[in-house]
């Protein structure tokens, strides 16, 4: 049996001085940043046109992050409304039509989805579901996987993009059922997964029968839960992703009674985390700098590492808007959400960051992906298939560009070095010298020297993620090519302690 690390308390002292020390950097290096963004404002104006800001008197507003903006302005056009609504019509369902709850939410969530996205549209998404459970009839995940890839890569197809384009007289509209149909690919193939392996919980018979026999009432039955599932409003448009297991099995549950005081609190968190992020591009106009080269050359390192830290951190609160309000929806229909981000500056690890970030996501991808090609209990070989088939399906569902192609190649690295290292270390002529030699406040210390490289490389690969490939290139240039002849200590090389 492999030995396993034991971590202890570090002296009160010593973890202080570390939060300081990485409070006080986090502030230094965005005030620097801000020093830049202000000394290039007028450059940077003409350039993306920074918009009036409102939040801080005096101060313009970066608007070049494309999702913000995206949700922010579809969140006061409807979406904000359409939320509330089904708030609105749940509890009313619950109270008068207990037993139809769930029918209700389906009609409400359709009839949203047909109001924002047209007819069309919804026709769109209703064609893909039809095929996936058609499909699914079959019993056979490699086909509803292959039929599954299939409906997704026809969202990158240029003719099928055009026609789509077509359908609307704004781009924004387009983006909103490009996002829709993709969050919706993953319920399909969730629901069709589970209708394969477990016919009774997704609505069918217990046995297989042949498609021409299959009765039309189980078929219309199934057709109702897969489209009460994939039309769940709240989870609609950006998720997060709910598995069709833990969907149906809380969803028709009696909906629990919630305090005012909850509610009011959930809000104002959200609206905390709102300003938070309004304040950043406010104040840095990170996303603006990031998307120009020049910029990034110029800045000096403290304003480098600002940048890389304010371009992570920004992209953690946003998360925690979007997926906050949807949670606290959620929570008020008795459906338990996946956990909320972890913050950004505490992770130290390529695995923790997929474990702890998109919670929904990556449980959707150990039970879909990881664990059904043999994860961790199959051999070295088949966990090392299973993750980088769970790392490439990520990447073509966010569209398979050649920066992506990049974050996902250096993401598996990062998770297959972190494992041999754990493995290594772990072993027990090694672990014994290492528990000789060393306490365990020591032992501590060390890991935590080790994993400020697998942060590093950590975030090289957030800003792959976030700015691409140019992004990318600069940071590793100056941070690991340059860094170590610069005269001044990098901002981002910092000490990781383990919490």
């Known amino acids: 049996m492999t030995p396993k690390w034991e971590l202890v308390s570090l002296p009160r002292w010593e973890m202080t001085a570390y939060w300081i020390l990485s409070f006080s950097s986090h502030l230094y290096s965005f005030y620097q940043l801000h020093r830049f963004s202000k000394e290039h404002e007028v450059s940077l104006d003409r350039e993306v046109q920074l918009e009036r800001g409102f939040l801080i008197w005096g101060f313009k507003k970066d608007p070049t992050d494309f999702e913000w903006s995206f ?17 609105v019509v749940s509890r009313l369902a619950a109270f008068f039509l207990p037993q139809f ?9 359709i009839l949203s989805a047909g109001w924002l996205l047209g007819v069309r549209g919804l026709t769109l998404l209703m064609l ?3 095929i996936s459970l058609v499909v699914a009839q079959l019993r056979s995940p490699i086909l509803s996987w292959f039929c599954s890839l299939l409906l997704l890569s026809t969202l990158n197809v240029t003719a099928f993009q055009d026609l789509q384009r077509g359908w609307y007289t704004s781009e924004d509209q387009y983006y909103l059922l490009l996002f829709s149909t993709a969050v919706c690919t993953l319920r399909c193939i969730s629901f069709s997964l589970e209708l394969c392996w477990c016919p009774r919980k997704a609505g069918g018979p217990n046995h297989c029968p042949p498609l021409e026999v299959q009765g039309l009432k189980t078929l219309i039955f199934q057709f109702y839960k897969l489209t009460a599932y994939c039309f769940y409003h709240p989870l609609f448009y950006n998720g997060p992703i709910l598995t069709y297991r833990d969907f149906s099995e809380q969803i028709d549950r009696p909906v629990c009674k919630v305090s005012v005081v909850y509610v ?13 992020a309004e304040f950043m591009i406010h104040f840095m106009y990170m996303h603006a700098i990031q998307s ?4 990034l050359e110029m800045l000096p390192p403290w304003a480098l590492g600002g940048l890389a830290l304010a371009l992570v951190q920004f992209f953690y609160v946003k998360y925690l808007v979007l997926f906050g309000v949807v949670s606290l929806l959620v929570r008020l229909d008795g459906i338990e959400p996946p956990k909320l981000p972890r913050c950004v500056s505490i992770m130290y690890s390529f695995t923790g960051m997929w474990r702890h970030f998109d919670v929904g996501l990556y449980k959707w991808l150990i039970r879909y992906i990881y664990v059904p090609l043999g ?5 070295v070989f088949r966990k090392l298939v299973s993750t980088a088939l769970a790392f490439g399906f990520v990447c073509f569902w966010h569209g398979c560009h050649d920066y992506l192609q990049y974050w996902a190649l250096l993401n598996w690295i990062g998770v297959l070095v972190e494992n041999v290292l754990a493995l290594f270390f772990s072993s027990r002529p090694l672990h014994h010298i ?12 060390g890991l935590a020297l080790i994993s400020a490289l697998s942060t590093a490389f950590l975030i090289l690969s957030n800003l792959l993620f976030l700015g691409g490939i140019h992004v990318g290139r600069i940071f590793w240039k100056r941070l690991f090519v340059q860094g170590g002849h610069a005269d001044h200590t990098h901002p981002l090389q910092q000490l990781s302690v383990r919490r």
């Not at 949700?71 to 089904?86: D, M, P, R, T, Y």
């Not at 290492?434 to 210390?445: G, H, K, N």
């Open 101 to 109: 709850r769930l029918a209700v939410l389906t009609v409400y969530g």
């Open 375 to 379: 994860g961790s209990r199959h051999g």
């Open 128 to 130: 893909h579901l039809s």
């Open 71 to 87: 949700w922010n302005e579809w969140a006061w056009q409807s979406l904000l409304w359409s939320l509330i609504g089904h708030a």
């Open 292 to 295: 120009n080269e020049t910029y």
């Open 264 to 276: 009011l609190s959930g809000i104002l968190r959200v609206c905390v985390w709102w300003c938070l």
């Open 434 to 445: 290492i528990v000789r030699c060393l306490s365990p406040r020591m032992q501590r210390r």
